[in-house]
C-alpha cells in the first residue's frame, strides 16, 4: 500500500489559511481584475494537461483497455466510446504504467504474444492479478491514437539501469538491432515517439525509501542510461518532491540538477489532511470539507512557488521543467469499492478544484511546463467514470474542455482583486482568474468563484486590445456535490454563460457560485 513517510503537509489551520491568501483583498463585494494583453508572458504548455494512467483498479483495465474480443465497442482492444471523449478534450501527454506501479514493473512482462505474458499480483493497488494484456505497444497504440505524447515512468526502485536502458532502446532504436528487431516481431517496425522518461517515481516513499541524496546519485546513475536512439529528443524527468519538501528539491537539483530535464512535484488535495485513512468522503460532504477543500487546493502556488524558487538557484534561465504529474483530488474510496482501487465521483467541486489548478499553472507557466492529472480514467480525479459498457463524462472532463484554448496559449498578466469567502477558520480569495491570447490570436479569460453562496460581480478592464463582444461556458451546479452518474450523466456540463456584456472596452459579468467560466472575448 501507498507509503507517503515524507508527506509533512500538517500545518495548523490558521496558518493555513494565511498561506492561501495570495490574491489581493477587494475592498467590496465585487471583483475587478486588469489583464495587460500588451506584455505577452510565456507560453502555456499544452502539456500542462496531461494526464495520469496508472495500473490501479479500473484505470486501464476496464477503462480503456477491453480487449479485441470485448463485447464493448473498441478499436482493437481499447474502448471506442473513451477514446473519442479523450480525443475531444485533445489530451497532449498520458504519463504511464506508474506511479506506485512503475517501481515494481518490468517492462518484458508486457510485451509479446498476451497469452504468454506472465501474472503477477498488482502489490500496491489491492493485490490483484496484473496479466500485463496492456503492455508498451498497447499503451504506445493508446497515445498514437490519441494524438498524445508518451511519458514512461521507469522502475528505478527494483530494477538494474540496463533495464530502463533497453527498455528505451526497445522502444526508440530504428532498427538493425536485436531489440528493434523485437519490437518489428510484436508488430512495431517503426521506433515509437518517446518524448519523456520519468526516472522512478516517488523515491522517497513507494519508490525505495530513499534519502535524497541517495536518490540524486541514482537519478545520475540512471539517467546516463537512459539513452534514445535516432532521432527522438527525449526529455529525462526526476522524482522529485511531495507538496511542502523544498529539501528534496534543493537536494535533486544540487546533485542531479546538470542530468535531468525536469522535476516531478505532487501534490493531491484532501479536504482533511491529517490521516490518509481519513479524508472525507467525495460526496455527501459539509460546507466546512468543501472550505478545507479549497483552503487545500490553494496551496498548490504556495508550492509551485518555492519549489521554483529553489530551481532558481540552480537553474536561473528556468530550461529544467516543474512537472506536476501528480495533482488532483484524493477522498475516501467510493462505500462498497476496493479500498485499494482509488474509486471516487467527483462533482462539481472537484471542477472548482481543477479550474484553480489550471489557472495557477498557468500564472506559472515559465516553469510549470508539463503535469498529469491523477488520474485518467476511474481512478481518482478522473475525468471519465465507466462501468461495463457505460461511460460518463465528470465534470472535471468539463473543465478541461473549457480550457482547451489554454494549451499552447501565450499566458497574458493578470492583477485580481477579489472578496473573501469566510467559512470556520478560513479565509480565502473567492475569486480565481487566469487569461491567454490563443494560438489564433483570440483572447479568453478563465474564471473560477470558489464561494458556494454569493454570485460575484466582476469588472475587467484590458490594455492592449479591445473586446467589442463576449460569450462564454460555465460548468456548475446546484448543489457542492452535484455530479453525473450513468443514470444521469448530464447534470453537470457545459452551458453557455449569458452573463457577461463588454461596454465601452470592459468586460462585466457576474459569476455564479461555486462556478468555473470561460470567456471568449472578440
Ligand atoms: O495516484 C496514486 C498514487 O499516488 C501513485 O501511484 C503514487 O505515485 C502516489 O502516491
Known amino acids: ?48 494537461f496531461g494526464q495520469f494512467a496508472e495500473h490501479l483498479g479500473h484505470g486501464i483495465y476496464d477503462g480503456i483497455w477491453v480487449g479485441e474480443k470485448s463485447k464493448i465497442p473498441n478499436d482493437h482492444g481499447y474502448r471506442r466510446d473513451v477514446l473519442e471523449a479523450l480525443k ?19 517492462w518484458r512482462d508486457g510485451i509479446g504474444p498476451r497469452a504468454k505474458r506472465p501474472v503477477k499480483i498488482n502489490t500496491n493497488w489491492g493485490g490483484v492479478n496484473e496479466d500485463n494484456a496492456f503492455g508498451t505497444n498497447e499503451y504506445m497504440g493508446f497515445v498514437e491514437r490519441l494524438g498524445a505524447e508518451a511519458y514512461v515512468s521507469a522502475n528505478l526502485g527494483s530494477a538494474p539501469p540496463s533495464e530502463t536502458a533497453q527498455w528505451v532502446e526497445y522502444m526508440t532504436s530504428p532498427s538493425g ?33 530513499m534519502r535524497a541524496e541517495y536518490a540524486a546519485d541514482l537519478t545520475n546513475r540512471y539517467a546516463q542510461f537512459a539513452k534514445a536512439s535516432g532521432t527522438t529528443k527525449m526529455l529525462k524527468i526526476a522524482s522529485g518532491p511531495s507538496d511542502v519538501d523544498y529539501a528534496w528539491t534543493d537536494t535533486m537539483m544540487k546533485i542531479a540538477g546538470k542530468n535531468i530535464d525536469g522535476l516531478a512535484l505532487h501534490y493531491y488535495t484532501r479536504p482533511r489532511d491529517k490521516n490518509w485513512g481519513d479524508k472525507g468522503a467525495a460526496l455527501g460532504f459539509p460546507e466546512s470539507e468543501w472550505a ?19 530551481m532558481d538557484k540552480y537553474d536561473p534561465a528556468k530550461k529544467t521543467w516543474l512537472v506536476v504529474d501528480e495533482w488532483g483530488t484524493w477522498f475516501d474510496p467510493a462505500p462498497g469499492s476496493n479500498p485499494g482501487f482509488l474509486i471516487q465521483q467527483n462533482s462539481v467541486r472537484d471542477a472548482v478544484v481543477a479550474g484553480i489548478n489550471l489557472n495557477i499553472f498557468a500564472h506559472h507557466a515559465d516553469r510549470v511546463k508539463m503535469a498529469a492529472i491523477a488520474q485518467m480514467v476511474n481512478v481518482l480525479q478522473a475525468m471519465l467514470l465507466t462501468d461495463g459498457a457505460k461511460m460518463v463524462k465528470t465534470p472535471t472532463y468539463w473543465v478541461f474542455d473549457l480550457y482547451k484554448p489554454w494549451q499552447d ?29 490563443d494560438t489564433a490570436g483570440q483572447v479568453h479569460v478563465a474564471l473560477v468563484n470558489l464561494d458556494p453562496h454569493r454570485a460575484i460581480p466582476l469588472s475587467v478592464a484590458m490594455s492592449g486590445a479591445t473586446a467589442g463582444s463576449v460569450s462564454g461556458r460555465i460548468v456548475t451546479g446546484a448543489t457542492m456535490d452535484a455530479h453525473n452518474t450513468f443514470e444521469k450523466p448530464d447534470v453537470v456540463k457545459p452551458e453557455a454563460f449569458t452573463g457577461a456584456q463588454v461596454s465601452g472596452g470592459t468586460l462585466t459579468a457576474t459569476l455564479p457560485p461555486m462556478s468555473v467560466v470561460v470567456l471568449d472575448l472578440r
Open 409 to 437: 496559449a501565450t499566458t497574458l498578466p493578470i492583477e485580481l482583486k477579489t472578496p473573501y469567502y469566510h467559512k470556520d477558520e478560513f479565509a480565502l480569495p473567492a475569486i480565481s482568474a487566469s487569461a491567454v491570447r
Open 292 to 310: 478545507s477543500t479549497m483552503a487545500h487546493t490553494l496551496r498548490m502556488e504556495e508550492f509551485v512557488t518555492k519549489h521554483s524558487e529553489i
Open 177 to 209: 538491432s536485436t531489440l528493434a528487431k523485437e519490437r518489428a516481431a510484436n508488430g512495431h517496425p517503426a521506433p515509437f515517439k518517446l518524448q519523456y522518461i520519468g526516472i522512478g517515481n516517488e523515491l522517497w516513499g513507494c519508490g525505495g525509501n
Open 88 to 106: 475531444a478534450i485533445k489530451v497532449p501527454m498520458v504519463r504511464w504504467p506508474g506511479g506506485c506501479f512503475a517501481d515494481e514493473y518490468h
Open 1 to 48: 500500500m501507498l507509503k507517503r513517510a515524507r508527506l509533512t503537509l500538517c500545518l495548523g489551520t490558521s496558518l493555513l489559511a494565511a498561506s492561501v491568501a495570495t490574491a489581493q483583498q477587494a475592498p467590496s463585494d465585487s471583483a475587478t481584475a486588469t489583464i495587460q494583453a500588451d506584455k505577452p508572458g510565456p507560453r502555456m504548455n499544452r502539456q500542462v
